[in-house]
């Protein structure tokens, strides 16, 4: 596992399993908000959005979380691995208000620079809806991906699935 897709809705926890994930493998992280997003959240020009994400999806080995569904096929080729975090909605809500409230103005560390945390009705709104506007049509890729595929349903889940990475330092070590 070399090729890691991680999934879900926003709040659902995909970054932060993504920097364990990272941090216990060594493999180089990529946040798709981070390659997408231009400063004062202008979308970038398509070709160029599209360039970037394919050099990143040349490179040996990484981790890459976010949707960004017009994308999920070509990463999905490039993929050995796809995890899809899918925890109940309202946990999803909550922690998109905690982060919301909590880094207000300020950037995340998953974010690209220039995009302050903000509060947004239409990304409440997506969060709301994710799994049923979203999440089919993810399912319908994810059950075609030939490569390995999980689903994460709560924090043992989680947990559990760190568990079947050997750290860096385990490997460093060995």
């Known amino acids: 596992m070399k090729r890691i897709l991680i999934l879900g809705c926003p709040g659902a926890g995909k970054s932060t399993l993504a920097r364990r994930l990272a941090a216990r493998t060594g493999l180089p992280l990529i946040h798709l908000d981070q390659m997408y997003w231009q400063p004062g959240w202008k979308e970038p020009v398509k070709k160029e959005w599209l360039r970037r994400l394919d050099d990143a999806l040349a490179g040996r080995s990484w981790i890459i979380e976010g949707n960004y569904s017009s994308t999920l096929e070509r990463r999905l080729k490039a993929a050995d ?21 909590s880094g207000f103005g300020r950037t995340r560390p998953d974010m690209a620079v220039g995009c302050p945390e903000r509060l947004n009705i239409d990304f409440l709104s997506y969060t709301w809806t994710f799994r049923s506007k979203q999440l089919p049509a993810t399912l319908v890729q994810l059950e075609a991906f030939d490569g390995e595929f999980m689903v994460l349903r709560s924090v043992r889940d989680v947990k559990g699935c760190l568990g079947r990475f050997s750290s860096a330092e385990d490997a460093a070590g060995a």
């Open 81 to 101: 691995t796809a995890i899809l975090v899918d925890v109940p909605r309202m946990i999803c809500i909550a922690r998109v208000l905690r982060r919301t409230v």
